[in-house]
């Protein structure tokens, strides 16, 4: 089956623009993740979804970052205002989340340059 | 809040070289353990995970961790390493919701393996 999608692979724009990303995780999965990959913070947890609620938000960077999803699938993540320290690869990862156990899996990201 | 210490950032060996990656984590409660892989121009991949049970756990390609509930530690070992295993090997740890489900992974920083022929 196929497994975590995101779009676009690669986003470029100019500071001060905003931006959303989007991410399809694997079918059924209940449970999404969103990260962000830069070279000075390595990898962060941004926010978390159940369905389609967030019940942590504790790693969003600011109130110029937030995320939705819908039907429990499809979530976007929207940077407004953007700045340069905004440049990062930014992850989306989805699981199963049955039980005691749980495995994220995580899409190829998309790397957002901000000018 | 927990934390994820990977104690080496960038290691070289040769091929048929034996590996050890330290990871420690801090946190007081039950926790999960990952390690995950990220091959060069690949996304993430999960090379082996720790939930409960034998604490040394076998994963994909040889790898194996060990889990040290009194050192706080989840090492990844290979006996002997390929060129192939070049890659950024990335230690983390969440823990589970009382009602199921499970919080955000915590990273380390990650460390930058090279195998040489």
């Known amino acids: 089956g196929a497994g975590v999608s995101q779009s676009p692979s690669n986003k470029v724009t100019e500071k001060g623009k905003d931006v959303e990303l989007r991410c399809d995780p694997i079918?059924?999965?209940?449970?999404l993740y969103w990260y962000r990959q830069s070279l000075g913070q390595g990898l962060e947890f941004l926010i978390y979804f159940q369905g389609n609620s967030a019940p942590d938000k504790s790693g969003l960077p600011s109130d110029r970052f937030s995320a939705e999803r819908t039907g429990g699938s499809v979530s976007t993540l929207t940077i407004q205002r953007t700045q340069q320290e905004d440049s990062a690869v930014y992850l989306c990862a989805s699981s199963f989340q049955r039980g005691e156990t749980d495995t994220q899996y995580f899409g190829p990201g998309t790397r957002l340059t901000v000018l | 809040a927990q934390s994820v210490s990977q104690h080496n950032h960038h290691v070289i060996l040769s091929e048929a070289a034996s590996l050890e990656l330290g990871c420690n984590y801090s946190?007081?409660?039950?926790?999960?353990l990952f390690w995950y892989v990220q091959y060069p121009g690949q996304h993430l991949q999960l090379l082996l995970k720790y939930f409960s049970g034998d604490p040394l756990v076998k994963g994909i390609k040889g790898f194996e961790a060990e889990f040290i509930k009194s050192k706080f530690s989840f090492n990844l070992r290979k006996p002997s390493v390929q060129w192939s295993d070049t890659a950024e090997y990335f230690c983390?740890?969440?823990?589970?919701?009382?009602?199921?489900?499970?919080?955000?992974?915590?990273f380390g920083k990650g460390t930058h393996l090279i195998i040489q022929p």
């Open positions: 983390a740890v969440n823990r589970m919701y009382s009602g199921g489900g499970a919080d955000g992974l915590t």
């Open positions: 946190y007081g409660g039950t926790v999960n």
């Open positions: 079918s059924g999965h209940t449970a």
